[in-house]
């Protein structure tokens, strides 16, 4: 027989194990719309059992851990996937910025806040003063609005140059700064790693440690895609690219951006200066964004700007104006961030060089040929017009925007399906927990009967010896 305060220990170990049940289960309740905590769950076992005449006897429960309910598999494939999610999320980001501020431009907005229109209506009224000079060459009147036509779309490119060149600065810029958050998540990263092997050391549990640094882990993956392997005593080492930057509670090394040469930011490791092949995360689809349909569509608008300087100043050139002049160029500049107009025109429209001949004012051939180029298929342009090359351009980024849209998308229903089944296993449910509050609290309420009537069958004994 256990005896009358071993039997006491017992009921005491219950109180102890069901008060601490109340404790994880209003820890879980707490944490019910933390999307960052995992379920936690009391871990219990009989005592240790004591020999009597009657064989075995049981002394009571015990508390063994308090067990963290996570899948590892499930955590590690929501890592992969806000890598995904936040490569394509930086594209679609970027994209949306660069459709904004350029739409009017490129007449990729259906409407126009200002009424003013983008290079593809400026392409057309420069062809279409062309062909007006071509109807009444002695017209001051229709020079003076070919030479406005003209500034109009040298202002265009040279605006839509600029915004690119900002766009493109802002997205280095976020490159910088993706760097210098990833790198802060890698500190916090080495320090909970040493805080959880401390608590592990001991024979405890880490689980509100572990919630945190695999939210950072999250986090992290979103910046730049990471490998990761957990270790023994609850640490996780950290790769990126290939390159490990955590061991255990060590710091390896940190990012840093690098510029290879062309003012295109790029991504290394600090004290290594190994540069980093990504292939996820946020710094990288910024990255692919810049590197990709925005360094086509600038690359895109030089050359029909150039296209346009050569093919109108080498027809041009050769005419006359009215004053027999000739020789002089339409245009400036070798693309579209310096293309200009003759500034001689801008205040002689008379000096347009519109006829063919010397001294015929009213010869129109010169303009007539210019008109007609706006509807020739140029090798330069990939055997296209300049209205349909710059259409061509506008598609290629308009399928790149579209692209990343549905890509987002994808990867929103992913993330959702991982949410909803890493829920299924590490989420709070109120309904469960409360009803476990009431089993803890029944099975206290027992515990502390069996202390009393411990004591009063001691309060019976010691009354037998007076």
């Given amino acids: ?41 009391l871990v219990l076992s009989t005592s240790l059992t004591t020999p009597t005449a009657f064989g075995l006897q049981g002394t009571g429960v015990q508390v063994t851990s308090i067990e963290q309910v996570r899948d590892t598999m499930l955590d590690g494939e929501m890592r992969d996937e806000s890598s995904v999610s936040g490569y394509w999320s930086s594209q679609q980001n970027s994209l949306q910025n660069a459709q904004t501020q350029l739409g009017e431009f490129l007449n990729i907005n259906s409407t126009s806040t200002s009424g003013s229109s983008g290079l593809s209506d400026q392409i057309n009224n420069l062809f279409n003063a062309f062909q007006s000079v071509a109807t009444n060459p002695t017209s001051i009147p229709q020079r003076g609005s070919l030479v406005n036509q003209a500034q109009t779309l040298a202002s265009g490119f040279n605006n839509a140059s600029q915004q690119l060149s900002t766009l493109n600065g802002n997205l280095n810029t976020s490159v910088s700064n ?16 040493s805080q959880i092997a401390k608590a592990t050391a001991t024979g405890g549990s880490a689980n509100d440690l572990n919630d945190t640094r695999e939210q950072d882990l999250e986090n992290l993956a979103g910046i730049v895609n990471i490998q990761t392997t957990t270790n023994a005593n609850g640490t996780v080492d950290v790769s990126i690219g ?23 930011l790029l991504v290394g490791t600090a004290n290594g200066g190994t540069p ?16 990709g349909a925005l360094k086509t569509l600038r690359d895109g608008l030089d050359t029909l700007a150039s296209s346009l300087i050569t093919q109108v100043n080498g027809i041009y050139s050769g005419g006359y104006d009215l004053n027999g002049g000739t020789g002089q ?8 961030g310096t293309i200009g107009v003759n500034s001689a025109l801008q205040t002689d429209p008379s000096l347009v060089q519109a006829a063919g001949v010397s001294g015929a004012t009213g010869d ?79 099975a206290y309420t027992a515990s502390s009967k069996i202390i009393t009537t411990v004591d009063q069958m001691l309060q019976t004994v010691l009354s037998l010896k007076t």
């Fill in 242 to 264: 290939g390159t490990q930057m955590i061991s255990g509670i060590k710091t390896l090394d940190t990012l840093k951006t690098y510029d290879p040469g062309n003012g295109q």
């Fill in 178 to 193: 993706n760097v210098t958050a990833a790198n802060q998540l890698l500190s916090q990263i080495a320090s909970l790693n």
């Fill in 364 to 442: 129109n051939s010169v303009a007539l040929a210019l008109a007609q180029l706006g509807q020739k298929s140029l090798a330069g342009l990939g055997n296209q017009t300049f209205s349909s090359a710059f259409a061509s351009q506008v598609g290629t980024f308009g399928f790149a925007l579209s692209n990343a849209n549905a890509q987002v998308d994808n990867s929103t229903s992913v993330t959702g399906m991982l949410q909803n089944q890493r829920d299924s296993v590490s989420g709070v449910s109120i309904e469960e927990e409360v009803a476990n509050l009431i089993t803890y609290q029944q």
């Fill in 276 to 291: 980093l092949t990504l292939t996820g995360g946020a710094i990288q689809g910024t990255i692919d964004t810049r590197d």
């Fill in 329 to 336: 160029p339409l245009f400036t500049g070798t693309d579209a």
């Fill in 1 to 41: 027989m256990l005896g009358l305060f071993n039997t006491l220990q017992l009921g005491a170990r219950a109180l102890q194990a069901n008060q601490l049940g109340v404790e994880v289960t209003g820890q879980n309740l707490a944490n019910s719309s933390n999307a960052a905590y995992s379920r936690q769950r």
